[in-house]
C-alpha cells in the first residue's frame, strides 16, 4: 500500500489505521510526504495526493487500483484483496 500525506495530517492517520489494522502477510505500507522525491521507492513513484487529501493506493503485482481518499473504502479493498 503506498500512502501519500503528511505523518501528523489526520487524514494521512487514518489511511494509516485502516491499512495496519487487519493482518495481512506480507503486506508493505510505504508512507511519502506529498511533493517529496519518490524515484527511489518504485511503489511510491508517481504516487500524489488526491484534492489535497491524503491518498492511498492498494497494490500487487506492479499495478496498483486507484487511490482513495477514504479509509473505510481502504480497509474494504484489502479485506476483498486475494490473498496469494
Do not use: F, H, M
Not at 510526504?33 to 487529501?53: C, D, I, Q, S
Amino acid at each position: 500500500i503506498a500512502i501519500v500525506g503528511l505523518e501528523t495530517d489526520p487524514d494521512t492517520r487514518a489511511l494509516l489505521r485502516a491499512a495496519r489494522e487487519p493482518y495481512v502477510p506480507n503486506l508493505a505500507i510505504a508512507l511519502a510526504r506529498p511533493g517529496e522525491p519518490t524515484e527511489r521507492w518504485p511503489l511510491l513513484r508517481g504516487k500524489k495526493t488526491v484534492a489535497g487529501k491524503a491518498a492511498a493506493y492498494l497494490c500487487r503485482n506492479y499495478t496498483c487500483q486507484a487511490p482513495t481518499t477514504d479509509p473505510a473504502a481502504l480497509a474494504k479493498s484489502i479485506q476483498s484483496w486475494p490473498a496469494r
